[in-house]
């Protein structure tokens, strides 16, 4: 019995799935879900690209049991935007130059994302704060914290439309 | 690899499924010590006993002086609470200092201690406080005081089928402040080279009084600087008493060379940040609006 | 200001951004296949030593083990860039901790590291070199003890341990350092860092009939890749079909084969597509990081603060194979006279082996570690003569017309204003604003690396335009500015361009992502064809209009025949229905850089092509007593020659600076006897968000005659000049001069002590 049975929705979908009980969070999805935009690297929680929200809170993939997933809801960068129609998110990152390899953005824009949801407005310097788990070596982080900024400003709008 | 993956409903089920596995199988809270050390060694342990869906662990409970808080509480949960902004701030302070956003929402307290290794930043501030940990095995509860529970790097005084339930404290009775800083190469995701934290109050006459300082990363365990605090009983805050104090925290270290940083800049950072904390909290002081002597 | 562009000089965004930000790219740690294996390799736990047995047995029967794979599996030969001294798997012996001796393939990765460790292998260990100063002793341990066999380019002068000797010379050192006003000497040391790409290398290889191989894989030149694997294999070039995935980051440290080369043989042996990813782990242990050097550089000024001559002699510490080293003890030359005007030099640079990790092409290679030295040393001589760091180089900067040390003429010089420009915004009059607080200064030339690029533009009758090219996107966003170079040319929108990239088989020849050249060389190749174009374009018109070709013209991506208009699309579908298409091959390669011969010996690298100029400028603070540095203010001031696309330049800026700050201050793989003590990301410390600085940008356009519509080359320089910059600003904030890199808070204290012991 070294196997778990999991039930576990993402990006609104439900699965049940069996699984050995040292597969991370990281593993079912990318590999057993075949999701691959959440990507993989450090596998020790240090580089953030495996960030995914985890009802509701950002998590290093790589470092989540996923049989401690059970009955859990987990978005992933697929289920972000709605159709053919990005999230503000991302939209912001690909009109502010935010994203060069883009290895790193799926992870980055979760982490945003899961930040924001709990800080609508937050200053530039708690943004740097925010995504120091998740490493980017091609931007300097500049644009993506513009990025992050602009999001949060229409997020909000919206949310005040709403 | 054939790792069993328990999940007790609650805590009698927890200690029971560990009493019967003995040692080969641990408890896991967040996961993020237990997960990575096994996966870089290579040797998980034969089962894992979650602890996340035992009922009532993750709060964190009390007010004014006597709070606990449960073993699950994560460091995000612990870096957001508003009872702890003001003079408990060295709460915060040490828990938004822990790995990423990622990490701490995550992480445990109680995994942070359970863990004991010698940089875990929750101890220092909890040694400060005098927390006590609250035990749940298989002969019963008892509580521990922290400063006897870890007793070395990667050793504490939990018997294998115990749970840590909460982690307890008392604030100081008096109007007091509280400040930690730890030393790394960067502003964020740092394994501390040197923590310090400390925990201070001032008497009516404007002398320092029930100073407590605690040090980690600086010896094989997080330690109170008692030398220290007798020293600055009853001193008012002067330059060169803030120099004997980073003099007398620098002897109290016993730090080890390792990749991180040197012995020597380790004992080096000690006293600064022992003089730091002192005064930080000192400054504090003045700014914090829980005035209980007053009431 | 009313630019005559309409494409270029503007920020698109990539062409490529929504694929990445939806998480739909496919990178090469994603691809998979039908029937795909996993392997992981076997490393050497020894820095030197011999191989007596590999014992493979225990590992073939462990569960889900497929092969195991040796270098008895591969054509025993040897491969490398300038020295031929590279092995798949070692054979004979092993010459540094981490070496691949043998890979597992089995059906997961995890039963493939498991198996991995259940081959046991033993050696006789043999001494073992560590550094490059032990490495040229007269008997020092041979990294090598075969190095004679191997095959080397011509212009290498081997010895021992030693892959090349190099020397720059001009004039008369001895007697210009004589007749100085005063001689300054200094030893300077940099560090080992790895790329960090957040990608690690990943490659998937099948052999289709047993004589065709199939790579897909994450490197940044697939034409190297299939030559490299053609090489190792005994087959031809065009028996390897190289598919490059998206790449996440390469730096330089993908240009040359990763695991495409176990990929490929563990292939070949099971008889199934094979993957293979580096751990992280690997990454740090057996990766190609920068190459550390020691530099001894002294320089003897008159009294007025001119420079007369400069003397060097570095050690380039390649570790266990040459690779690249050889041509940074070159290049490092190059930067170590520039950019000043030097009527005196003798440089003298040494590559050399120690049982250490393989060294790579970390963007500009030879930049930072040469920077770093002769940026440094200028500020320690205008302090010592009392000369405003500053004014000191603006008195022997190279302006527009003077030679370079290699003696090529210099032509489209912009380093004086650049200096200024950054001076200014640093605010350079008040360098000491407060104590502990101070500023820093540094300036560079960079070349723009040559190569011929071919690239394929074919128009479909829908008017949409496939610009085909065998470079590789490895995040820059290079090829979306050689498509705007391309809509520009063709007077067409952005949009209406689909880039096809990076297939050894389907794309033309291409250089490679590499050297700050792709949207400067794939630019140039896209105006070539552009050219191509409009002439079958105005012969297709021609026909159409019952005219000559002569007489139609070209009109924003329209054929023109007095007041009658053919639009794009409708030639191209014009061009199907009657010719096979509207396609053309443009092409590219830079005119050679003319300079010098005299003054060289043995160097592999002689010039700088298109050489751009930058200058750096930052105020920091720094705590004197925990050694930390706080970054107010940095500023960047570069000639990119024409800039294509604003913002990404700027990206290249911002993380190339961010980069270069993770070299000056806080990375390291530190080795201890040939072991890596933090082979891991908790303990190599790339910058978070919290350690980079807000950096300004200011972009200067000083064109350049090669480039398409005078670009110069973008990507490497902003990594050069921080070490340089934040040491003299540390030195000027609280008189540490650190000469090592990196400049820890703990080096920084430990300075200070000194410091203030000696003043006692
Ligand atoms: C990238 C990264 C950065 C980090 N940075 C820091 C840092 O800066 N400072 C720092 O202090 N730590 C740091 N850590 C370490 C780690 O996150 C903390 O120690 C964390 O608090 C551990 O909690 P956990 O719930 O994840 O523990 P787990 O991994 O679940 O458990 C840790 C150990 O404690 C035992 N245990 C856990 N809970 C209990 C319980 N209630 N009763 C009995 N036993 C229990 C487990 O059996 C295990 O042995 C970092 C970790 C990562 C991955």
Redesign the interface.
Known sequence: MTEVQLDLTVNGRRHRLSVPAHYSLLDVLRDELELTGTKTNCLEAECGVCTVVLDGKSVASCAVLAAQCQGREVTTVEGLAEGAALHPLQEAFVEFGAVQCGYCIPGMIMTAKAFLDENPRPTREAVREAIAGTLCRCTGYQKIVDAIMAASQRLSQQGERA | MKLEFLAPQTLQDAVTMAKARGDAARFIAGGTDLVIQARKSGTWPEAVINLQQIPDLGEIKGSGQNFSLGSLVTHRQIEREGRFAGALEALRESACVIGGHQVRNVATVGGNLCNASPAADMVPILLCLNAEVALAGSEGRRVVPLASFIEGPRKTKRAHDEVMTEIAFSAPAQKFASAFLKGGRRRAMEISIVAMAGVVSVSRDGKLTDVRLAMGAAGPKAIRLTEVEKFLEGKALSKDVLEETGRLAAAAASPIDDVRASASFRRHLAGVYARRVVELSWNRISEVGNDRSAA | MNSPFRIIGK?F??L???G????????G??F?MQGMLHGKLVHSPIASGEIISVDTSRAMAMPGVYEVVTAKDIPAQRYGSFVKDMEVFASGRVNFIGQPVAAVVARTA?EA??AA?AVKVEYREQAAVFTTEDAVKADAPLVHPDWQEYKAVPTVKRQGNITNQARLVLGDVDKALKESYRVFTHRFVTNVVH??????RAAIAHWADGSQLHVWSNTQLPFEAQATLAEIFKITPSQVRVNVT??????GGKLRLGVEHYAAAAALKAGRPVKF?S??EEEMTSALPRQPLTIDLTTGVTKDGKILAKAASILVDTGATSGSGVGVASSVMLMLAGPYKIPNLRLESRSVYTNKTPTGSFRAPAGPQGNFAVESQMDIIADALGIDPLEFRLRNIVREGDLAPNGQKLESVSLEECLLKAADAIGWKDRRPEPGRGKGIACAWWTTTSGSSGVYVKVGPDGQVFLNTGCAE????ALTGAAQVLAEALGIELGSIQIVSGDTASTPFDFGAQGSRTAFAVGNACIDAVGKLHQRMKEIAAKQFSAKAEEIEIDGGAAKFGDKLLPLKEIAAIAQTSQGGLIAHGTFIAPPTLHDKERTENMVITAINSPSFHAHAVDLSVDA??GEVKIHDYVVVQDVGRAINP??I??Q???????GIGQA??EEI?YENGIV??A????Y????????P??RSFIVESPSKVGPYGAKGVGEPPVIHPPATIANAIASAVSARVQTLPI???KI??TLTEVSETAK
């Not at chain 3, 790329?195 to 690690?200: A, I, L, V």
């Not at chain 3, 410390?685 to 980079?692: E, G, V």
């Open positions: 920020s965004p990539r490529d951004a929504r990445k930000v939806s998480g739909k790219a496919i990178y740690t994603d998979a995890e590291e498991a460790k790329p960090g790409y957040t990608e690690p998206v790449i996440g980051g390469g730096f990813v751990s992280c490895i995040g820059t966003a007593e925990t913002t990404y700027e990206g800026i911002e993380g190339g600076v961010v980069q201050l806080s530190v003590r933090n891991g990301l908790t303990d410390k790339m910058p978070t968000a919290m350690d980079a807000n950096i820890t808070a703990e204290v430990r």
